[in-house]
């Protein structure tokens, strides 16, 4: 068998690929390869049953077929779930299902080179199988249909590439874990019954935010933009986006809000948890990163192409880099089964005007809704398998397991650098009390939260293995927890101080270089007449088409058209829109659009984008008009509402000197994406004193109208 060593080296699906070929014609591939089918083939023609092929060759191809099997359905036999009792999943990945028994646990196999560990016997294959894909750590990626996405995922897996942490580091994981648990213990203690939809059962998320921010600032990241559910908000905002805790226990108290500008007026403001925020903290490398966290109102998903939109235009506008900013959506796992908008971004993420160089989705599992069993709450096998869609891989972790969330985070990272792509992390955890803290869980899951009391935290659990490991002393960790509530003292006894709760806009460090309206810039309208003559020429030159450029005849005739309308002085709707767009982009104004069929109009009137006839180029002439002028972007959208309009508001949030536009391909289309116009756009001035500028064009015609 040592002549074909190189089994091992290559996947199933390959070798098949590389059969079919061989089949067709045997110099089409590689000699060894071709001895190889030749002698297999032989053997197929010349013996009448499975048993007559030579054994150690049929039984290569079993192991083969047990690791892809690991590959493929590992996940679903994991030690994942810290609380309850898996769901038990057939066939197993038993050796008897694979046409193998103890028997063959002694012997050695080249298979073993197809996981990374050389000629191995079955039993070393197994544990190292075992070992990548059915502890803490399961994974869904077999299914991507690039091959160098999957190599790259295997040698982290199979190949032990994970990160490995040192004892400082294990120390520093300690310190943000402690910090994490010691906050909601606090807040338990001193604001009794109150809703904050505490974090605790997935501690492990504010360790794992640390390590990705530092991880992050040495690759080149300069920005994170969040989006977070409810659970974990206020956790996160204090020990990570560095807010004051004296702020936070100011927002319990129930005190009135009042914007952070001197003699500002008072507003109504929201909930606590629903609070955007921004901050540029320095990283341990010395490296600033500046965090934005989008508010959220209650429908919990809503946030998610807020936050894509607001990254985009970080991008458009400034960075000019993908890498360099990333984009983090927490969502609850009802939320990212049951809510469409999920699918809508997910869809979203690799077209050109809204792509965003990936986004690292983190479910915060409590394996319930607000009342809700998982049973009851999707039909799929995972929350996550939305992701599935477009080819994202997903980890299934073990909250628990801070070390396993940590590892798994990092090179969920590494991963969007690489590819640009999205990937999604399912934190296994639980939710310690019920929806909220003053509700009570027990009424519709009892034995569930038995457990739950019964169950020790994960401070509790990663101290255990510190201890055992002699990274930290008892004496050590009691240290920091004393240390860390008598800051949270200190503050909670400032808070009495604070008369009003002073929020700041959370896009406050993005704006910083524009000069705010005043109240007197509103009692007038603005001049926003233009010289004819300059008019006029706008007009000739984004009309007239280049000689070098074959278009469809009626283009032709659609431009002449227009250029007449400028010699009779007598224009329609869409040339006065393009007219209005021109004098905005000659002044400087950069110009985005999206929507349903935008480039060209759902009702054909306005054709910003043209199209050549003989190699379907685009040519956009309104990034024509010769000279200096700021960018036209207008992009047709996937048939979405709820998503695009959240999108392109996010992005009007972050670029308050861009008109942004989006359009409903018909005027009541806009019922799609009523969660976005009422959550966000009629509200967000009182919530959080928060404008945005984006236009919504509401089109329609006569035709099709029913009673809505």
């Known amino acids: 068998m040592d002549k074909f060593s190189f089994l091992g080296n290559v996947s199933m699906d390959w070798i098949e690929d590389q059969y079919e070929k061989y089949r067709k014609d045997p110099n089409s591939i590689e000699g060894d390869w071709a001895h190889f089918f030749e002698g297999f083939e032989f053997a197929r023609k010349n013996y009448d049953t499975e048993t007559d092929v030579p054994e150690n060759v049929l039984k290569e191809f079993k192991v083969l077929n047990l690791i892809d099997g690991y590959r493929s359905r590992g996940h679903l036999f994991t030690k994942t779930n810290p609380v309850r009792e898996r769901r038990k999943y057939r066939p197993t990945l038993a050796l008897e299902n694979f046409g193998l028994g103890d028997e063959d646990l002694g012997i050695t196999f080249q298979a073993g080179q197809e996981v990374g560990i050389g000629p191995s016997t079955l039993k070393e294959i197994v544990d190292h ?27 982290k897996i199979e190949k032990k590439n994970l990160p490995q942490f040192t004892k400082e580091e294990k120390q520093i994981i300690f310190n943000m874990l402690n910090r994490a648990t010691s906050f909601e213990q606090f807040l338990q203690k001193k604001f009794v019954g109150q809703k904050r939809f505490s974090v605790e059962g997935g501690e492990a998320i504010i360790p794992a935010f640390h390590a990705l921010i530092q991880r992050a600032s040495r690759y080149g990241v300069k920005e994170m933009v969040f989006g977070m559910a409810h659970r974990g908000s206020l956790n996160v905002l204090g020990n990570i986006f560095k807010k004051e805790f004296k702020d ?69 506008n400034y960075l000019r880099d993908e890498k360099a900013i990333l984009p983090i959506l927490v969502h609850g796992d009802a939320a990212i089964a049951g809510q469409g ?11 050109d005007g809204y792509r965003t160089g990936g ?62 792509r999205d990937v999604f992390i399912d934190l296994l955890c639980y939710r310690k009390y019920g929806h909220n803290e003053g509700d009570e869980p027990k009424f519709t899951q009892p034995k569930l939260y038995d457990l739950i009391a019964n169950h020790p935290n994960p401070r509790e659990i990663y101290l255990k293995q510190l201890l055992e490991e002699d990274v930290i002393s ?7 927890m004393d240390k860390y509530q008598n800051l949270l003292e200190a503050q909670f006894e400032e808070a009495k101080e604070i008369s009003k709760v002073y929020v700041k806009h959370f896009l406050e460090d993005t704006w910083r270089n524009l000069t705010p309206a005043k109240p007197k810039d509103f009692e007038k309208s603005p001049l926003t007449a233009y010289d004819k003559k300059q008019l006029v020429s706008l007009a000739k030159k984004f009309n007239t088409l280049p000689k070098d450029k074959k278009f469809f005849r009626k283009v032709d005739k659609l431009m002449k058209n227009r250029l007449q309308m400028v010699e009779d002085d007598r224009l329609d709707w869409a040339m006065g829109e393009l007219l209005a767009y021109a004098t905005l982009l000659k002044e400087g104004h950069n110009v ?50 709820y998503g695009v309009l959240g999108f392109d508001y996010g992005y009007a949030f972050a670029s308050p000197q861009t008109l942004t536009i989006w359009e409903a391909q018909f005027g009541d289309f806009n019922n799609g994406a009523q969660i976005i116009i009422d959550q966000f756009i009629s509200s967000a001035e009182d919530k959080w004193r928060t404008m945005s500028n984006l236009v919504m064009l509401l089109p329609h015609g006569y035709e099709g109208q029913g009673a809505e």
């Open 129 to 155: 199988l075992q070992e990548s894909y059915c502890e803490s750590i399961g994974i869904e990626y077999n299914y991507i249909r690039h091959p160098n996405r999957v190599a790259w995922i295997r040698n």
């Open 474 to 480: 008892k004496d050590g960790a009691d240290k920091l």
């Open 359 to 420: 986004t690292i989705h983190i479910v915060i599992n409590n394996q319930v809704g607000f009342t809700t069993n998982y049973l009851d709450g999707r039909s799929s096998t995972y929350c996550t398998d939305v992701a599935k869609t477009t080819l994202c891989p997903v980890f299934h972790v073990n909250g628990d397991d801070v070390e396993a969330f940590i590892q798994t985070i990092l090179v969920a990272f590494q991963y969007r650098q690489e590819f640009g």
């Open 341 to 351: 908008v999920i699918y809508e971004i997910v869809q979203m993420a690799q077209l």
């Open 592 to 641: 985005r659009i999206s929507g349903q069929d935008v480039e060209r109009g759902t009702f054909s009137h306005r054709h910003a984008v043209l199209t050549t006839t003989d190699s379907e180029d685009e040519y956009l002439p309104l990034n024509n008009l010769g000279g200096k002028q700021a960018e036209f972007s207008i992009y047709n959208s996937l048939l979405s509402e």
């Open 248 to 316: 936070i226990f100011s927002e319990f108290e129930g005190k009135e809000y009042e914007y952070y500008e001197e003699g500002s007026e008072e507003f109504d403001g929201d909930v606590k948890y629903h609070l955007g925020y921004s901050k540029k903290i320095v990283s341990e490398t010395g490296k600033p990163v500046h965090l934005t966290m989008a508010p959220n109102p209650s429908h919990l998903e809503a946030v998610d192409p807020v936050v894509e939109g607001i990254t985009r235009a970080k991008i458009d």
